[in-house]
């Protein structure tokens, strides 16, 4: 995860380069950039990456799906599926156009289950939001497949697996557009941004706008400029825009350096006989940035996070207590505590899923030990990380 652990000449210089020119924001003042144009620029090279027709920036991944969903039309009266494992913008976002979240459970691969996708669909469903958690993927063939079957959209919430692909294709670029995250602890950082990638031009061209109040951004007078519909204020900026660029630019070297160190973290813990690991559909296509297994049982998934802490293995999460990635403490949204009135037939979605009981994830999470992966160990350290996990694990189980 080297968002927070990467800062050096690269980054400094395309900060510079805007600081020279005194142009912060990434619109206007052409005469006094000296040529720095560092957000189109980092759209320019995420699309070229990807492999799609558009990349559009905004101010952090959860403005990335916010732009996504009233893009695509998506309100009040509206369903989306989004997965019980999730960081909570996931649903936060659902919200803040007025539509419902309905919660499904999650599989093995630690993401949407496709059966309960199916299950959960009803006439109200627009789309479905599947996450790509913690580096790895969904079964996103088999997500799309239904949601094309069913006649909904498919949003990929690739926040936390940038890089990441399936059969060879970008996560994030199977359904009609993807969102990816660039806050500090993302594998590539702007310290705080997002980005949204489509084909769909005219979904392209609506997002383009609403992230900024609606401009239009036609002619070279933003002070002429139209607005055919209204929007918010998403815009990221220059100096965003300058760190990323510099990161992106070595996305493959990072992510070679994530796999590797991964992997010798897993060879280390495959020769436990109770240890299993989280599945991927595409071994090839994980990003790496955590590395996720199983223990048997609760109890002794909860010994193991006692052990990793007592000796001081840094970075490793029970996501099944965690506040903010798992349905269980979301007690915010289960207890509909929100700074403005929700609409009546909101309201009572969100109770009745307040009720349900989703023992299928609960049984997963619940036996689910996930540590992140840094660029920063040396050789040693992760040979000293790899014993210390394994004696971890070793003296619980």
Known sequence: MPGFEVFGEAERKEVNDVLESGVLMRYGFDAMRNGHWKARELEQAIAEKFGVRHAQLVSSGTAALTTTLAGCGI??????????????????AVLSVGATPVLADIDDTLCLAPEAVEAAITPHTRAVVPVHMCGGMAQIDRIKDICDERGVLLIEDACQAIGGS????????FGRAGCY?????????????????????ELAVKADGFQDHGHDHVGNDRGAESHPFMGLNFRISELNAAVGLAQFRRLDEFLAIQRANKKVLKDALAEIPEVSFRRLPDPDGDNASFLCFFLPTEELTRGVMEALRERSVDGSFYWYDNNWHYIRQWDHL??????YPLHDRLKAV?????????????????????CLIKLSWSESD????????????????
């Open 382 to 397: 992760l040979q000293e990380r790899a014993r210390s996990m394994v004696e971890a694990v070793r003296s619980v189980v």
């Open 334 to 339: 289960k207890g509909l505590k929100s700074l």
């Open 75 to 92: 309100g009040a009266g509206d369903e989306v599926i989004v997965p019980t494992f999730t960081f909570v913008a996931t649903f936060e």
């Open 350 to 370: 969100l109770e009745r899923q307040a009720q349900r009981e989703y023992a299928t994830s609960d049984a997963i999470m619940s036996r689910t030990v996930c």
């Open 181 to 201: 995250s660039f806050d500090p602890v993302k594998t590539i950082t702007c310290g705080e941004g997002g980005a949204m990638v489509t084909d769909d031009d």
């Open 166 to 173: 399936f059969n060879g294709k970008a996560l994030g670029t």
